[in-house]
């Protein structure tokens, strides 16, 4: 079964997380899938926005423990995971998420990196990373403290606090809740009206808003990679990661 599918709306392009079972939980194979599929995306002229969405109950649990514990010796084993976060970072066009249920850690962190977020009312979030022996990533530690302040960045980041979809649209990380049926259709309207917007000046626009910024995005996703892989080596990481896969 694809863990990952895709389906064209006119110039939208739907990067389709599908993992219901496991809550999406991502993979290695999956962060390589996804980045291709962005840089694919970011190349053909005929699509103008991403829409992110997800199958099941949850929009994604984060990563995939087993699969991290299968693998944490392997010194490159979150390069794919890097990449994947550099190419979201500084992907040229409008990206817009519809989130729903679970999105944890990465579930939670990759928002940051999309322009729209559209959320169904039962939408939960949670970073546990610190919680987990590991440290927070994709420049979180960044955008988080930029977007809400010091004070609440540490409460979601290191308290590991969870949040709902009222209190995400509070903090700005989600422009629009609508009833779970409707997620969807909503974010679909949304992205095909940005999708008929001038191109070049949508693109432009974009571009301008992050181009301050960016540099220190990129540089913070790799400072965060490389202690990230130092924490996940932990002798307290290990230990979380074996009482969780043993719930």
């Known amino acids: 079964m694809a863990t990952v599918l895709t389906e ?4 939208v392009f739907e990067i389709n997380l599908n993992r219901p079972d496991k809550k999406n939980a991502l993979t290695l194979a999956m962060y390589v899938e996804m980045t291709a599929l962005l840089k694919q995306a970011a190349e053909d002229p005929n699509i ?7 199958q099941g109950q949850s929009f994604c649990a984060g990563n ?10 392997n010194p490159n084993i979150l390069q794919d995971v890097l990449v994947f976060l550099h190419t979201l970072a500084s992907f040229p066009k409008p990206i817009i998420a519809a989130v729903h249920g679970d999105a944890v ?5 990759m928002l940051l990196h999309c322009d729209l977020v559209v959320s169904a009312d039962n939408l939960r979030c949670k970073m546990p990373f610190v919680q987990l022996g590991l440290i927070p990533e994709g420049a979180s530690t960044l955008l988080f ?4 302040g010091h004070r609440h960045a540490f409460e979601l980041l290191v308290e590991g606090r ?5 209190k995400a649209e509070q903090l700005g990380i989600v ?15 949304r992205a095909k009206k940005l999708s008929d917007s001038p ?34 080596l932990s002798e307290e990481a290990q230990k979380a990661f074996m009482a969780f896969l043993q719930k």
């Open 64 to 73: 995939d423990i087993s699969d991290f514990v299968s693998a944490a010796h």
């Open 105 to 109: 850690g990465i579930g939670t962190t």
């Open 8 to 11: 064209k709306q006119g110039s």
């Open 48 to 54: 103008h926005v991403v829409l992110f969405r997800a």
């Open 162 to 166: 969870s949040f709902d979809a009222i």
């Open 145 to 148: 403290p930029q977007l809400v």
């Open 199 to 232: 191109v070049d000046s949508v693109i432009a626009a974009k571009q301008l808003m992050k181009a301050e910024t960016l540099k220190s995005v990129h540089q913070v996703i790799d400072s965060e990679g490389a202690l990230f892989y130092q924490r996940l």
């Open 175 to 189: 422009n629009q809740i609508t009833e779970p049926d409707l997620l969807l259709e909503t974010a679909r309207n």
